[in-house]
């Protein structure tokens, strides 16, 4: 049985009057259209430098991923709630559209607990989760002229079925081939019990880790349950430079990534 069409095209995405130009050498750099409480979190309100440079140097990680291996959908994960995925979905998103002017689809397949709509100070009536229940595709949200957001819709207890469907494979491939990079803010991997699943459907998987926080057992049982395969990169969030010496949990979890990469 085919799957119906999902219009998934940059084309669909109508800008906002308000959208902001944040295109490499635009004269009018306006900030990203954040939530109000979400602007010293995101890259174009007030996040300190040192932040932003951080996360340039993610989005210059993933640029590299896409020049060597063509990777083109990008997978943000946590192993529980509360570690910063979202914001780093979010933030990967706009350091891909403005510093490298490529175009992005930010997808919010946290349909339990959606909240990218609040990062960018928008509605979420309708979106992902009326695609994969075979309703009338919402519109896009045009966050900036190469930024543009699909939300999740009303939350949804139970969203196992239709992210692990053939329905959102067809809503990746469609949009993989609308824009340069598609980033997926998932459930955290704790919730999605078939997160391998989702995963095959993805070119990689960012891994976020909340630092001096998360137990290592439960970052174990999240590479475990994407594949290690996937994971192309572990975000340390709120990390401090003494952190990473007072702690003997990520000294073996990075002594165990680096054998990975020798093996």
């Given at each position: 049985?085919?799957?119906?069409?999902?219009?998934?095209?940059?084309?669909?995405?109508?800008?906002?009057?308000?959208?902001?130009?944040?295109?490499?050498g635009s004269g009018d750099r306006r900030v990203v259209p954040v939530g109000?409480?979400?602007?010293?979190?995101?890259?174009?309100?007030?996040?300190?430098?040192?932040?932003?440079?951080e996360y340039r140097r993610l989005g210059a990680f993933v640029h590299h991923l896409q020049?060597?291996?063509?990777?083109?959908?990008?997978?943000?994960?946590?192993?529980?709630?509360?570690?910063?995925?979202?914001?780093t979905a979010a933030n990967l998103g706009v350091v891909l559209s403005a510093s490298y002017g490529r175009?992005?689809?930010?997808?919010?397949?946290?349909?339990?607990?959606?909240?990218l709509h609040q990062v960018f100070n928008t509605v979420s009536l309708k979106g992902l989760g009326d695609i994969l229940s075979g309703r009338e595709a919402p519109p896009l949200v045009q966050v900036s002229p190469?930024?543009?957001?699909?939300?999740?819709?009303?939350?949804?207890?139970?969203?196992?079925?239709g992210?692990?469907?053939?329905?959102?494979?067809?809503v990746l491939n469609e949009a993989r081939d609308a824009f340069d990079f598609v980033i997926v803010d998932t459930p955290p991997v704790g919730l999605l019990t078939d997160a391998n699943l989702l995963a095959a459907m993805v070119d990689v998987?960012?891994?976020?880790?909340?630092?001096?926080?998360?137990?290592?057992?439960?970052?174990?049982?999240?590479?475990?349950a994407l594949g290690r395969h996937r994971i192309a990169g572990v975000v340390l969030n709120r990390a401090e430079t003494s952190d990473l010496h007072q702690s003997d949990y990520y000294d073996d979890y990075y002594a165990e990534s680096r054998s990975r990469r020798q093996a």
């Open positions: 049985m085919s799957v119906p069409a999902v219009a998934i095209t940059a084309e669909t995405a109508p800008a906002r009057e308000t959208a902001p130009d944040l295109s490499p109000r409480l979400f602007k010293e979190k995101v890259v174009g309100g007030q996040l300190p430098a040192h932040v932003v440079e020049t060597e291996r063509g990777v083109r959908v990008v997978m943000v994960t946590s192993a529980v709630a509360g570690e910063g995925k979202t914001l175009s992005v689809l930010l997808v919010d397949a946290d349909l339990r607990r959606p909240s190469r930024l543009t957001l699909l939300t999740a819709g009303e939350p949804n207890a139970d969203p196992l079925g992210l692990t469907s053939d329905r959102m494979r067809q998987a960012l891994l976020v880790v909340r630092a001096m926080s998360t137990p290592y057992d439960l970052v174990r049982r999240a590479t475990e």
